[in-house]
């Protein structure tokens, strides 16, 4: 069974300082991994696709992959309150996904 | 902008009884996936359909059915609801598989008694 484990499982920052969150997983030498926002009672938004190792940049969201050392981050520039949910990490593997638990984000005006 | 709608959006089932949860979807996807998310964890795959008239297994099937009559619906079926089916149900689209984006739905909050 793949694992995709996330840290930490919650998180407070102010407006506008930096979001750093994390995801390390089992294997990963042939996925591809996205991370997902999930404000309280909705479904899932997706909110940065990778697919190789480095930098991929969607607005103020910034995935970093390095496959070598099994972990991929999300950092949110200038957080909002409305940047406040859970935010998902998921492995995509043989055509499946492995989602983590989730880390909780909460930003404070 | 994708659209994938569930019905119902909340329901509650006693113990034994049998739930259907339905799932629409416009994208003209081939796939399509049916997830639960219990409380404070990530989503595990229930079984998920790539055409019409044919679905396959996720990583946990037991307990659950699904139902893919056309590209557009695709349902998951208790046929005898327990307790720890309790959960929120998500149903997805994706265009060719896991490795497109998957577009989700606002979820099923299903209460078993």
């Known amino acids: 069974q793949q694992k995709v484990q996330q840290s930490p499982e919650s998180l407070t920052v102010s407006e506008g300082a930096m979001a750093s969150l994390n995801c390390t997983f089992s294997d990963g030498t042939s996925d591809n991994f996205r991370w997902y926002r999930q404000h309280s009672g909705k479904g899932l938004e997706v909110l940065v696709s990778?697919?190789?190792?480095g930098e991929k940049e969607e607005g103020r969201f910034t995935a970093h992959l390095n496959r070598a050392s099994l972990h991929v981050s999300l950092h949110i520039r200038e957080p909002q309150p409305s940047d406040s949910a859970v935010y998902l990490c998921a492995k995509n593997n043989n055509n499946r996904i492995f989602f983590g638990d989730g880390t909780q984000l909460v930003v404070k005006p | 902008e994708a659209a994938v709608t569930q019905s119902p959006r909340s329901k509650v089932a006693v113990t034994g009884g049998k739930v259907t949860l339905s799932c629409h979807q416009t994208n003209n996807h081939d796939y399509m996936y049916w997830y639960r998310q219990d409380t404070g964890h990530g989503l595990r795959l229930i079984h998920y359909?790539?055409?019409?008239?044919?679905?396959e297994k996720g990583d946990i099937p037991d307990g659950y059915k699904a139902s893919r009559p056309s590209q557009e619906n695709f349902s998951l079926i208790l046929e005898l609801a327990s307790l720890s089916q309790t959960a929120v149900y998500f149903c997805?689209?994706?265009?060719?598989?896991?490795?497109?984006?998957?577009?989700f739905g606002p979820g099923t909050r299903l209460l078993v008694l």
């Open positions: 990778i697919f190789s190792d």
């Open positions: 997805a689209s994706s265009e060719r598989g896991a490795q497109d984006t998957q577009y």
């Open positions: 359909s790539y055409v019409a008239d044919s679905t």
